[in-house]
């Protein structure tokens, strides 16, 4: 029921509030008048950053929990208070905790056992990171944007 619940909530900021706004980006576009497109980014901002804190808990509450309860998975620890993170190092250990163990596991420790740099083994894991989410976004968009990976290496 909570599933549902919150599907239809996502569903509600999505049509209500980011779809309006979206349609008219192409033609604010096209005028080329920056203080609009500035504007639309700004109201496009606090919709967006809802749907997206819907989503993760979405994914990382309601749908790994069933599918741990499914497949009888005793560590539930999705993610940790990413919320009360006190800088960025810390929020990106624990907004993910597969993906942390995943990344720290399979790149980090390789690199820093073949004697590379700490700092460096950290912007191999990033790259990586940023060419996996590349991946994920462009088979889903059915296109190469380049936008996820230069998001992640700015």
Not at 86 to 102: G, K, T, V
Request: hydrophobic share 50%; net charge neutral; glycine share 4%.
């Amino acid at each position: 029921m909570q599933l549902m619940l919150w599907i239809a909530l996502m569903s509600y900021v999505g049509t209500d509030y980011l779809e309006p706004i979206l349609q008219k980006c192409p033609e604010i576009v096209k005028e080329g008048n920056v203080m609009k497109i500035i504007e639309a980014y700004i109201h496009l901002s606090i919709p967006s950053t809802i749907l997206w804190i819907l989503f993760f808990f979405l994914v990382f509450h309601f749908l790994l929990n069933i599918h741990g309860e499914i497949t009888c998975y005793g560590d539930r620890e999705f993610y940790k208070e990413w919320w009360n993170c006190r800088d960025l190092n810390e929020y990106w250990r624990c907004w993910n905790i597969p993906a942390h163990y995943f990344f720290t596991r399979h790149i980090y420790y390789p690199c820093i056992r073949k004697k590379i740099h700490k700092n460096v083994a950290v912007m191999i894991v990033f790259l990586v990171s940023a060419l996996l989410h590349e991946f994920w976004i462009s088979s889903a968009l059915g296109f190469v944007t380049g936008v996820t990976t230069l998001v992640f290496v700015v």
